[in-house]
């Protein structure tokens, strides 16, 4: 795959196409400058144009960035992703306060002036959306940031927020930010995640709205790296060790033994094959990572194939 190959999806308030792969930011450091140069240069170098950061992410991936862009002098054909008002270990932060202070401190350390979508990293069901979207409206009219979006939201509370935005004037969120993979958790891998079963999926194919989906190969469950009998990474067994994934993982590696993939590719590919647009945020190590999680742009799956992957359908 060659520069300015990679698909795209639009996003409402963002000039130009979002990359359907989006860079994750938490494998980069100020520390290790030549190695963040080779993945975001790779990453450029395949068509890519998005990268994900968050203000809980901390300063070292955000610095490497900036010093990257301000390098390569190319801020103006990215789009960059910031998230904030994340919860701290006093509880909950969604206030005007914390959404404004993080989002300063974000673009301090990226060395620019804006995001181009501002997302809140996590909700409080217990502050009204008038008062979030209102919040954001200033980030908006401060050219803080293009476009707004959120993570680890229901369905339920982003609709409200939506239909409080369109009947009161205000920007909206433009898209939504949950996991999405193949592989289905057993229960949050973090403190108020949120994953999309089977009526989250349901809402995006009614609403249309894009999702970016953070862990979208499910922690490299599809690798090979995991198995029934091998219980070193709790955190694996926790999230993902289940009768029904070793199914789907078993299926995977079928398929993708009869289309010449891997099963990490099929699993991608699942995500991204959605009947609404998608985008997989991911975490590559090194080009060669990188590289193979773009193998997942080329397979083409039919929705009966997708369907029996997610265990929707015998066969």
């Not at 990257?68 to 789009?79: C, D, G, K, P």
């Not at 008062?131 to 959120?150: D, F, K, T, W």
Request: proline letters at 3%.
């Amino acid at each position: 795959m060659t520069r300015n190959t990679m698909s795209s999806v639009r996003i409402a308030g963002i000039d130009r196409p979002v990359s359907r792969l989006i860079m994750g930011s938490m494998m980069l450091h100020e520390d290790r400058m030549e190695h963040a140069i080779e993945l975001l240069d790779a990453y450029m170098d395949v068509g890519g144009n998005t990268i994900d950061t968050a203000h809980v992410y901390g300063a070292a991936g955000k610095k490497a960035l900036g010093r990257w862009m301000q390098q390569r002098r190319n801020r103006s054909s990215l789009t960059l992703i910031g998230k904030g008002a994340h919860p701290d270990e006093n509880g909950p932060r969604m206030t005007l306060q914390a959404m404004e202070q993080d989002l300063h401190e974000s673009l301090e350390r990226l060395q620019t002036d804006y995001v181009d979508i501002y997302m809140l990293h996590r909700d409080d069901l217990s502050v009204s959306v008038g008062y979030i979207l209102e919040s954001l409206e200033r980030q908006i009219e401060a050219g803080r940031c293009r476009a707004l979006g959120v993570s680890n939201w229901t369905t339920m509370r982003l609709e409200e927020a939506n239909d409080y935005a369109l009947s009161h004037g205000l920007t909206g969120f433009a898209c939504n930010s949950p996991n999405l993979s193949l592989a289905k958790p057993n229960e949050p891998r973090w403190a108020g995640c949120v994953s999309a079963d089977g009526d989250y999926v349901a809402w995006h194919e009614r609403s249309q709205l894009p999702l970016l989906s953070w862990s979208s190969q499910a922690g490299g469950f599809f690798t090979g790296r995991y198995a029934p009998d091998r219980m070193d990474d709790q955190e694996a067994v926790r999230v993902y060790y289940s009768d029904a994934n070793w199914e789907r993982l078993r299926r995977a590696r079928q398929l993708a033994e009869s289309k010449g993939y891997d099963a990490n590719s099929i699993a991608l590919s699942y995500v991204l094959q959605q009947r609404f647009p998608t985008c997989a945020i991911i975490g590559p190590n090194s080009p060669a990572e990188l590289h193979s999680s773009l193998r997942g742009l080329e397979v083409e799956l039919t929705q009966k194939e997708a369907d029996w992957l997610d265990l929707l359908v015998d066969g």
